[in-house]
């Protein structure tokens, strides 16, 4: 019966976790439907600034500046800082232009546009990246069920760890916070430059993933969870820095600046 409960155990947290990553998003923007009728818009711009600045600009910029500076290739420590600013700079300006074009002309007065637009920025990548991931352990699990002995339990306790469920929801947190950040900055509630603010915080955000890389978590349970704490607590991070300035300046005028 024991060992019985151990194998399903398993399949149950992939369940868990396949909800949490491709659920997540539908029923945010559901929600943000029911607010108003222009979210669909806001959502679907943010989706395809998303595809747009994190699938086809940043991996063509890491081309051309790769190729120019390929020294960088050379120290994983420096490698490892360059792809947290790259993240920072391809997302954020691309969100920035997008969430520009959404607000231009008085429009997207609302603190809605940037939570709805982050809604469909961070959506998007929980279903591209939690859909494949979910899809390589249910895989796994299929094996480990369908050829008893090719997946060791220890396999499937860390394949489990691995799911994208927490990580994608960190990760739309993270969007949404940071695309209300944008928006206090195309409103002009907040100074231009905190645009490279922006950058920055989104570069830190990216570190858990870029120490992953260079295999400072290793690849056993334990660590694996220690990254996953760190993702969700960066996430969180951010999300209180930019209440912080939305509680401080969200509601003045979009024609004032009254950030310092």
Known sequence: MQATTHSVLPGIFVAFMAVLALGTP???????????KHALRWILVGAICFVVGAMLMEPLGNQLLLGVFSAINQSLPLYGLYTCLVAGFFEETTRLVGLGILCRGGKGNTALTGIAYGVGFGGVEALLLGGVAVAINIGALLQAYTQPGSVQPAQLAELAELLPGV???????????????AWLVVTKRLAGWFYLVAVALRAVASAPAALYQMGAFGRAGSTMWLYEALVVALALGIAGIVWYLFKKYGKAAAAENTAP
Do not use: N, T, Y
């Open 26 to 36: 539908p029923v945010l923007a559901v929600l943000c439907c029911r607010r108003s």
């Open 167 to 181: 990580e994608r929801m960190a990760g739309i947190l993270l969007h949404i916070a940071l695309s209300v950040l």
